[in-house]
Nanobody
Framework: QVHLVESGGDLVQAGGSLRLSCAVSGRTFSTYTMAWFRQGPGKEREFVAAIGWPNRAPVYAYSVKNRFTISRDNDTNTLYLEMSSLKPEDAAVYYC????????????????????WGQGTQVTVSS
């Protein structure tokens, strides 16, 4: 059974940095498509970033590109999201997600494509 556990959420001042982690247990992690989504208060869940196989470039939401970096370590079965220049609009519960499939680029942004989800980690940004 695949299990995802996020960590690293915290209170940070606007302009600050934070790194989120997602520990993954299960089979064939190296071939899973992985992603980060977030949901702010009274807002729909939105796509943040995704990463497929090692030879595929990461995909980012326009609002976070050049500020966030998604990466994965297949040796430790861990997904990361490095966040810089944080803005108040970045405040949300961040979720990691996974699916044991190769997705086309447009599908990487669709939450319904992902089978496994963590329970989220809270990121609060003070202005």
């Amino acid at each position: 059974q695949v299990h995802l556990v996020e960590s690293g959420g915290d209170l940070v001042q606007a302009g600050g940095s934070l790194r989120l982690s997602c520990a993954v247990s299960g089979r064939t992690f190296s071939t899973y498509t992985m992603a980060w989504f977030r949901q702010g208060p009274g807002k729909e869940r939105e796509f943040v970033a995704a990463i497929g196989w090692p030879n595929r470039a990461p995909v980012y939401a326009y609002s976070v590109k050049n500020r966030f970096t998604i990466s994965r370590d297949n040796d430790t079965n861990t997904l990361y999201l490095e966040m810089s220049s944080l803005k108040p609009e970045d405040a949300a519960v961040y979720y990691c997600a996974a699916v044991d499939s190769r997705l086309i680029i447009s599908s990487l942004r669709i939450g319904e494509r992902y089978k496994y989800w963590g329970q989220g980690t809270q990121v609060t940004v003070s202005s």
